[in-house]
């Protein structure tokens, strides 16, 4: 019983530590996001067109997107074999350094380096959690478990654009922006090195079962692999798990759609000045925290099954409301852009969190979630990539309608993929 109670207090104080420091990883991440309409003024100023620079920064911004995707192929891998916590200790001190780097840049060449290395690094976060996740939590609670870890770059992210938003209201100019992210995720960094561990068994504890389920059989409950083959052989040949990959690839595009011009979209749109609208645009993550802690809780009572089942109907549903905002003249109304891209949030950031989180911990048990989740996150955001430059260009040929209109086209495909998924879970069980 005394066991009992100190593992739950050595996982509340890990899950506490990984959820925070992630959404450290937010504030210097969503800083590009908040500020794209400052440095698109002093860009203006320099004698560039408003036009050029929201490509030039979605150029950045979908260069930084495939450094992070590749960099996800790499580091879920380099994790299953190193450990979680060294690999999300890592990321944090990549992303502090180059994200000071970005500040003192100047020019779109040092922009894009710069930037893309912090994405490169910052790919080392979330399977570091994973793994860690792995071997301190029972594979009976890994969706209300995932579900808080998402919470990280979910009300994380909603956090990091209120904090920054409340610097901008004061007058911070950008650069300014960047080197506050950076050093609250060097204080966030300092609490994790002095008290994030690996697994119960650096105190003294046993670890909890892994999902009997997994791909890897008995292997499952073995931290590391012993060779690529070994790790990557049962994962390849699996359908579900490309399956995942596939709607992987269309949630993240649209997801990380929202996170990017959420508030350059509502500035244009719905009418709000900088501060408001950077502000409202963490509403969809704050939603979005929700949809997934529910979602989470759900699933661990619903089985495999009814996490896919809850991704199909999240997905029809994510569709139906990206036809509308991409179809309905909002005319001069603030509160309905708003109101449905809350609602996007709502639908879909729940089904989301499985892919990545839960579904990777069902695949890869101890042995290989980190790579499960690796894999999936990457290919998922080799479609994210089209959310910068490419979506940039759509905004400004059709306009917002347009750009909705394509988000909406990639939920359809997706929600496909995600009945595919519903039917091979339901034939297993």
């Given at each position: 019983?005394?066991k009992s109670?100190?593992?739950?207090r050595?996982q509340v104080l890990t899950?506490s530590l990984?959820?925070?420091?992630y959404?450290?990883?937010y504030l210097c991440?969503s800083?590009?996001s908040v ?5 698109t003024q002093?860009l203006?100023?320099r004698?560039?067109s408003?036009?050029a ?7 950045i ?6 450094t ?7 580091s879920g891998?380099?994790t ?6 060294r690999n999300?200790?890592a990321?944090m001190?990549?992303?502090i350094l180059?994200t000071?780097c970005?500040a ?5 060449p ?7 290395v912090?994405?490169?690094m910052q790919s080392?976060?979330?399977?570091g959690?994973?793994?860690i996740?792995?071997?301190w939590?029972?594979?009976s ?5 995932m579900?808080?870890m998402?919470l ?8 990091a654009r ?7 209201r004061h007058?911070?100019g950008?650069?300014s922006?960047f080197l506050v992210a950076?050093?609250?995720?060097g ?7 002095a008290f994030?561990r690996?697994s119960?068994t ?9 999902n ?18 070994d790790l ?8 579900p798990f490309?399956l995942?990959?596939l709607l992987?690839?269309?949630?993240t ?5 929202f996170n990017?011009?959420t508030?350059?979209?509502f500035h244009q749109?719905?009418?709000?000045d ?5 502000q409202s645009s963490a509403?969809f993550?704050l ?6 802690l529910?979602?989470?809780y ?7 099954s009814g996490?896919?089942a ?5 997905m029809?549903?994510t569709?139906?409301t990206l036809f509308f ?6 005319g001069h109304?603030t ?7 809350t609602?996007?949030?709502l639908?879909m950031?729940?089904?989301y969190s ?12 101890k042995?290989?979630s980190?790579?499960a989740?690796?894999i999936?996150d ?16 759509i905004?400004?040929?059709y306009g ?5 209109s394509?988000?909406a ?5 997706s929600s ?5 998924f ?6 297993s069980q």
């Amino acid at each position: 019983m005394e066991k009992s109670r100190r593992l739950l207090r050595w996982q509340v104080l890990t899950a506490s530590l990984m959820v925070s420091g992630y959404a450290g990883y937010y504030l210097c991440r969503s800083d590009l996001s908040v500020v794209i309409p400052l440095i698109t003024q002093e860009l203006v100023a320099r004698g560039i067109s408003a036009e050029a620079a929201r490509i030039h920064l979605g150029t950045i911004a979908s260069v930084g997107v495939l450094t992070y995707a590749l960099g996800k192929f790499i580091s879920g891998g380099i994790t299953d074999f190193l450990g979680g916590r060294r690999n999300f200790l890592a990321g944090m001190g990549g992303s502090i350094l180059f994200t000071v780097c970005f500040a003192l840049a100047g020019g779109f060449p040092l922009f894009t380096l710069t930037w893309a290395v912090n994405r490169l690094m910052q790919s080392m976060g979330w399977p570091g959690i994973v793994k860690i996740s792995s071997r301190w939590f029972s594979y009976s609670t890994y969706g209300t478990v995932m579900g808080i870890m998402s919470l990280s770059f979910l009300f994380g992210d909603a956090a990091a654009r209120e904090y920054l938003s409340i610097l901008i209201r004061h007058g911070m100019g950008w650069r300014s922006v960047f080197l506050v992210a950076a050093g609250t995720l060097g204080l966030l960094f300092l609490v994790n090195l002095a008290f994030l561990r690996e697994s119960p068994t650096s105190v003294g504890l046993n670890e909890p079962h892994a999902n009997p389920e997994n791909l890897f059989k008995d292997e499952g409950e073995e931290p590391a692999p012993s060779g690529l083959r070994d790790l990557l052989g049962p994962l390849l040949r699996s359908g579900p798990f490309w399956l995942v990959c596939l709607l992987s690839l269309g949630v993240t595009l649209v997801r990380e759609t929202f996170n990017l011009w959420t508030p350059t979209y509502f500035h244009q749109v719905a009418g709000l000045d900088q501060a408001g609208a950077a502000q409202s645009s963490a509403l969809f993550p704050l939603f979005g925290g929700i949809s997934v802690l529910v979602a989470g809780y759900a699933s661990d009572r619903l089985g495999r099954s009814g996490r896919a089942a809850i991704i199909f109907f999240g997905m029809v549903l994510t569709g139906v409301t990206l036809f509308f905002l991409g179809r309905i003249d909002f005319g001069h109304s603030t509160f309905w852009p708003v109101a449905l891209v809350t609602t996007v949030a709502l639908m879909m950031l729940g089904p989301y969190s499985y892919l990545a989180g839960a579904i990777s911990l069902d695949f890869g048990g101890k042995h290989g979630s980190a790579t499960a989740a690796g894999i999936i996150d990457g290919i998922g955001y080799l479609g994210g990539v089209l959310a910068g430059d490419s979506v940039a260009r759509i905004s400004i040929a059709y306009g917002w309608r347009g750009a909705f209109s394509f988000l909406a086209a990639a939920a359809g495909l997706s929600s496909a993929a995600a009945f595919a998924f519903l039917l091979t879970q339901r034939r297993s069980q």
